[in-house]
């Protein structure tokens, strides 16, 4: 068994990689691998945004991401600067900016990027998408 | 396997700055590193290498000049950065062109270098 962190740089639906790291998580979870955590940096933020509103007949990768995490209790972190930069506001920075509204909620969190570094530490093999 | 504690970090640039922000959140991702006090190692490759020129004005495009960063890199005890020869050879470069000193490398020795970090992230 071994255990394996991801590296999401990539946007939601634009592109395949996220879904492609979604799949791979599931795969190896059924394998009995360990999944230590999602890490979300660039344009891979965008996976956590809960405005994520697509057609109902069309793959919400939002949700997969936050029924997976609930489901095996991985962790699913955002830089919060990435994320900033591209829109994806969490409720206390919301309040604290004046915005109305937000964006970003639990299971999903706002980390800086030293919690990747954790990451590359404490896993076998962390994997870009 | 288990991974080591303080497990080596390959950062490789692929792009040219400005057009996409992979060469500022790569450089961002470096500094934290550094800070956390890993041993990161920095490769510009392919177009990567623009990131790296001297004398870049990108204001005048309303952009900020991250390559005045690079400087600092030694203070964050990040030491080795590694420039394709052939890389900087196809877009008629020479490290005297560059911002900071770097160590040249062929390609074979980019693969001998690449293969020995534990982790290889790639922007």
Known sequence: MASFSLLITKAAFDQQDAYSAYRFAVSALKLQHGIQGVFFYQAGVHNSNAFQTGHSDELNLHQKWVTLAKTHDIPLLVCVTAANRRGIINQQDALDLDIKHFNLSAPFTEVGLGELVELLNTSDRVLQF | ?123
């Open chain 2, 1 to 123: 396997m288990k991974a080591s504690r303080h497990s080596s970090i390959a950062l490789v640039n692929k792009t040219a700055p400005y057009g996409q922000a992979n060469g500022q959140e790569s450089l961002d991702l470096a500094l934290a590193a550094g800070s956390f006090g890993q041993d990161i190692r920095l490769y510009f490759i392919e177009d990567g290498v623009f990131q790296l020129l001297a004398k870049q004005s990108p204001a005048c495009i309303d952009a900020k000049n991250f390559s005045k960063t690079f400087a600092a890199l030694t203070f964050y005890d990040i030491e080795h950065i590694y420039v394709c020869r052939d890389s900087l050879k196809a877009r008629s470069l020479e490290p005297k062109n560059l911002c900071i000193e770097v160590e040249v490398l062929s390609k074979n020795e980019l693969q001998q270098h690449l293969s020995q970090h534990q982790h290889i992230l790639s922007f």
